[in-house]
T-cell receptor, first 117, second 121 residues
Framework: EAQVTQNPRYLITVTGKKLTVTCSQNMNHEYMSWYRQDPGLGLRQIYYSMNVEVTDKGDVPEGYKVSRKEKRNFPLILESPSPNQTSLYFC????????????????FGPGTRLTVT | AQKITQTQPGMFVQEKEAVTLDCTYDTSDPSYGLFWYKQPSSGEMIFLIYQGSYDQQNATEGRYSLNFQKARKSANLVISASQLGDSAMYFCAMREGHLVAGGTSYGKLTFGQGTILTVHP
């Protein structure tokens, strides 16, 4: 089954304790992206990757790091989490060379609810 | 400037009635895709419907239809025969495409603020 998986799904942590949220896709997609969702703001892009070893900042990159060493994985790293990073996080992927009828579609993971106290 | 605007923070509809959720967008790119997603209380993002900028016909997917008015830059979602299970947050989103050598480079997905739909029995 084609899917994007994220782990963990729920995480409560304390300020300053480094954490990593993993994201993996099995669709051989080149493009991967991280979003955060906050009330009244919709989803905003944190970082994205056009392909392996190619990453770039989105709209709200401060406090986050990413890496793309393999095509299928795109982990999100919070080196020193702070309470303002409490949010719902989504990973998404898409093909740079789509063949389906919805060429712009991104496929979303189930989300990770992060609480930083 | 907001690229996607959803002006209705909350909407109420009676079960079995139709409801329209508004969305306007702003882009200077001729190539783009418009999406609607449903987010139930469990949090996952569920794809509902897609409209390409060059599509001549309005998109339909079961009870969902997209009222695409390109000149007005609006992409309203119409849900017919509302059901209690339609109660959720709904997001409008746009993804722009830029022609590059060899094809199209797809940009980020830009979301509106969302509309909470409540269906009353």
């Amino acid at each position: 089954e084609a899917q994007v998986t994220q782990n963990p799904r729920y995480l409560i942590t304390v300020t300053g304790k480094k954490l990593t949220v993993t994201c993996s896709q099995n669709m051989n997609h080149e493009y991967m992206s991280w979003y955060r969702q906050d009330p009244g703001l919709g989803l905003r892009q944190i970082y994205y990757s056009m392909n392996v070893e190619v990453t770039d900042k989105g709209d709200v990159p401060e406090g986050y790091k990413v890496s793309r060493k393999e095509k299928r994985n795109f982990p999100l790293i919070l080196e020193s989490p702070s309470p303002n990073q409490t949010s719902l996080y989504f990973c998404a992927s898409s093909s740079n060379y789509p063949t389906s009828g919805r060429p712009y579609e991104q496929y979303f993971g189930p989300g990770t609810r992060l609480t930083v106290t | 400037a907001q690229k996607i605007t959803q002006t209705q923070p909350g909407m109420f509809v009676q079960e079995k009635e139709a409801v329209t959720l508004d969305c306007t967008y702003d882009t200077s790119d001729p190539s783009y895709g418009l999406f609607w997603y449903k987010q139930p209380s469990s949090g996952e993002m569920i794809f509902l419907i897609y409209q390409g900028s060059y599509d001549q016909q309005n998109a339909t997917e079961g009870r969902y239809s997209l009222n695409f008015q390109k000149a007005r830059k609006s992409a309203n979602l119409v849900i017919s025969a509302s059901q209690l299970g339609d109660s959720a947050m709904y997001f409008c989103a746009m993804r722009e495409g830029h022609l590059v050598a060899g094809g199209t480079s797809y940009g980020k997905l830009t979301f509106g603020q969302g509309t909470i739909l409540t269906v009353h029995p």
